[in-house]
């Protein structure tokens, strides 16, 4: 029953996406975790290549479009790829499977991983619920960016997708709108085509770190994707932005549930 739950949640995932242009990913972890019973070092793999594919979906679309700013994806992607490859590759597999007690209580590998993801859940939540700051015309005119901050950040934010295993588009967005002055739509756009190419990269750091089930993973990803569409029909009749505050509180509250499930329950 729970794994019927689980490939349901493929489904919600893409939906999401679909309908609001991103988030979605953030709950992949959890349901391959708690409804899949997959390990968290194993779902955060998953998660990237599920991650990679939606966003490849909605990226192609956007390049259609001639959304995507494929310099600054260059800029930004480059260093982040390469720390997500870096993190998935050797950083991620060093990481002792027992790391301290407190008290009684041992801090595992894989607890630490789950209680990193619910921080950035909660990061995630609050960015969502509070909406993004859009640029003034004159602002989004102006094309110098700061080449240096957009590399750090691309390779900061690529630490954190290869440890948790989610876009980071939520990060990724406010830094090409206020460092690469790209106009909402464009940012949004260009997040998607990054997140493709981290997450997948990063997924190739997984392949030669232990064996894939391609069948489940190919089966998952093509739920999400259908799931994708359907949400891209709906926002034809539903408006994305007043689903997105709702679905900030729903990814809130799962953030709370996971910190309190792994280091209290």
Request: glycine share 10%; net charge positive.
């Amino acid at each position: 029953m729970l794994e019927f739950f689980g490939y349901l949640g493929a489904l919600f995932i893409g939906l999401v996406l679909g309908l609001i242009g991103g988030g979605g990913s953030i709950l992949t972890v959890p349901i391959l975790v708690y409804l899949m019973f997959l390990n968290p070092v194993v779902a955060t793999a998953y998660s990237l290549f599920v991650v990679g594919t939606s966003s490849l979906v909605g990226a192609i679309k956007n390049i259609q479009k001639g959304l995507v700013d494929f310099k600054t994806a260059l800029v930004f992607a480059t260093p982040a790829f390469i720390a997500v490859y870096i993190t998935r590759k050797f950083l991620v597999p060093a990481i002792p499977e027992e790391l301290f007690y407190i008290g009684d209580f041992l801090l595992s590998k894989d607890i630490a991983i789950m209680v990193f993801f619910a921080s950035i859940m909660l990061l995630a939540s609050i960015s969502m619920i509070r909406g993004r700051k859009e640029l003034t015309e004159d602002e989004s005119k102006n094309t110098h960016f700061n080449y240096i901050s957009l590399i750090l950040q691309g390779f900061g934010i690529g630490l954190v997708t290869g440890t948790v295993g989610a876009g980071g588009g939520f990060l990724i967005i406010p830094a090409l709108v206020f460092l690469a002055k790209l106009p909402m739509k464009k940012a949004v756009a260009t997040s998607l085509f990054i997140i493709a190419i981290n997450s997948l990269i990063g997924f190739l750091g997984d392949v030669q770190n232990f064996e894939i089930d391609w069948p489940f993973l190919l089966v998952f990803s093509s739920i999400s994707v259908v799931g994708i569409f359907i949400g891209i029909y709906l926002n034809k009749f539903i408006e994305g932005k007043k689903l997105k505050k709702i679905f900030g509180w729903f990814v809130l509250l799962m953030g709370i549930y996971i910190l309190y499930k792994e280091l209290l329950a």
